[in-house]
């Protein structure tokens, strides 16, 4: 006699809709997992991250408010509308200070984002790579700046990527190694190595 399989866990999952979710719908679902993400009117969720994933944002995040002017902020893994059907969620933005209206504020529009950065895991390595970088640009974000770790000692690179207001598509502008140090979308001087993770 064989024993019937049981399920300590059962979870229901959302049913889509027929023509997919929008970005209302992904502010009101209810028990969405965190730093769900709406691309393309389905519902993407967030596996575990590594280590490297939170300490490069972290660098990042606090390498950016050091030198922001006041007319920008900073801001790590929040929503930013680019259409009705796509609500992806930047591991970093710098947005307009005038579209932080107070504590409350759960997303920001893509008007409103000067800079969007992705930190790839091999998890979203073709959304970020791909998908995303597609997007921000038909939105208009000006920058756009890839993350990844490269090679044996896991250190990481920063492909740094302006948008071609004629071909409406990013272009690459620069690719840095141990230091980042960029002009736009305001001065940055971000020492990237793998020893500035490590102090973290």
């Known amino acids: 006699m ?26 009101t679902l209810p028990d969405l997992p965190p730093h769900t993400e709406l691309i393309d009117g389905s519902l993407v969720f967030v596996s575990p991250q590594r280590d490297f994933h939170t300490t490069m944002i972290d660098l990042l995040v606090t390498g950016l408010r050091s030198t922001a002017p006041p007319e920008v902020k900073v801001r790590r893994e929040m929503t930013v509308v680019l259409d009705r059907r796509n609500g992806p969620e930047p591991d970093v933005s710098v947005v307009r200070t005038e579209a932080i209206t107070g504590l409350d504020v759960t997303r920001y529009q893509a008007a409103d984002v000067l800079l969007a ?84």
């Open 2 to 27: 064989t024993a019937e399989p049981t399920t300590a866990h059962s979870s229901r999952w959302p049913v889509p809709p027929q023509d997919g979710y929008t970005v209302d719908d992904l502010f």
């Open 117 to 200: 950065v992705e930190v790839v895991s091999p998890d979203s390595e073709a959304r970020d790579r791909e998908a995303k970088p597609h997007k921000y640009a038909t939105a208009g974000i000006p920058h756009f700046w890839l993350v990844e770790m490269t090679g044996t000692d896991q250190h990481p690179v920063v492909r740094v990527y302006e948008l071609d207001p004629v071909t409406k598509a990013y272009a690459l502008t620069g690719i840095h190694h141990d230091r980042l140090k960029t002009g736009v979308p305001f001065p940055v001087d971000i020492d990237i190595s793998g020893d500035a993770l490590k102090e973290l």
